[in-house]
T-cell receptor, first 111, second 113 residues
Framework: SQQGEEDPQALSIQEGENATMNCSYK?????LQWYRQNSGRGLVHLIL?????REKHSGRLRVTLDTSKKSSSLLITASRAADTASYFC???????????FGQGTRLTINP | SQTIHQWPATLVQPVGSPLSLECTVE??????LYWYRQAAGRGLQLLFY??????ISSEVPQNLSASRPQDRQFILSSKKLLLSDSGFYLC????????????FGPGTRLTVT
């Protein structure tokens, strides 16, 4: 089945810098979602972008979607120590009841 | 508001013992329910999902089974645990199919010894 693949696998930046994570997928989708997971916890939904949208904002988060390249990016601006977490993209298969998650990007924000 | 509960939070079980993990959702009706497993430092592997009572879809043939005896209750079971069943088990619900966001429980850390 298709799978989102995040890049990079790990990212370490200084507090205040911007963090960019990328996701690529293989087949047509209805939407793409991004989730955050703090260590040892459940995932938290961040943002959903539909296939007919190109960009979406939520607070310090900016998500882009390029369906021609089958890729998405998540930008976190003005990073904070509390943003330290793993970030996952998840894609659907058109008409499916389920999501397929990628392997995630582990983000570390250094104070 | 909706809440999702999972228990226990941690579990250490010997190889060959049975397993029962429970997940319940409050504040919604007829949710889609999902069981995932996550290996250390890895992504989520979908194990089972359910769109209604008694309706279970299995994603990966394995040593586990799932049941949905009530609308907002999802149970993950095994008759005999294997070492490879160790991992972090997450339950999630959504109000519909894959076009909706999923809401995750706190997870169960299972160690099979």
């Amino acid at each position: 089945s298709q799978q989102g693949e995040e890049d990079p696998q790990a990212l370490s930046i200084q507090e205040g810098e911007n963090a960019t994570m990328n996701c690529s997928y293989k087949t047509s989708i209805n939407n793409l979602q991004w989730y955050r997971q703090n260590s040892g916890r459940g995932l938290v939904h961040l943002i959903l972008i539909r296939s007919n949208e190109r960009e979406k904002h939520s607070g310090r988060l900016r998500v882009t979607l390029d369906t021609s390249k089958k890729s998405s990016s998540l930008l976190i601006t003005a990073s904070r120590a509390a943003d330290t977490a793993s970030y996952f993209c998840a894609t659907d298969e058109q008409g499916a009841q389920k999501l397929v998650f990628g392997q995630g990007t582990r983000l570390t924000i250094n104070p | 508001s909706q809440t999702i509960h999972q228990w226990p939070a941690t579990l250490v079980q010997p190889v060959g013992s049975p397993l029962s993990l429970e997940c319940t959702v409050e504040g919604t009706s007829n949710p889609n329910l999902y069981w995932y497993r996550q290996a250390a430092g890895r992504g989520l592997q979908l194990l089972f999902y359910s769109v209604g009572i008694g309706q279970i879809s299995s994603e990966v043939p394995q040593n586990l089974s799932a049941s949905r005896p009530q609308d907002r209750q999802f149970i993950l079971s095994s008759k005999k645990l294997l070492l490879s069943d160790s991992g972090f088990y997450l339950c999630a619900w959504s109000p519909g199919g894959a076009s909706y966001e999923q809401y995750f429980g706190p997870g169960t850390r299972l160690t099979v010894t």
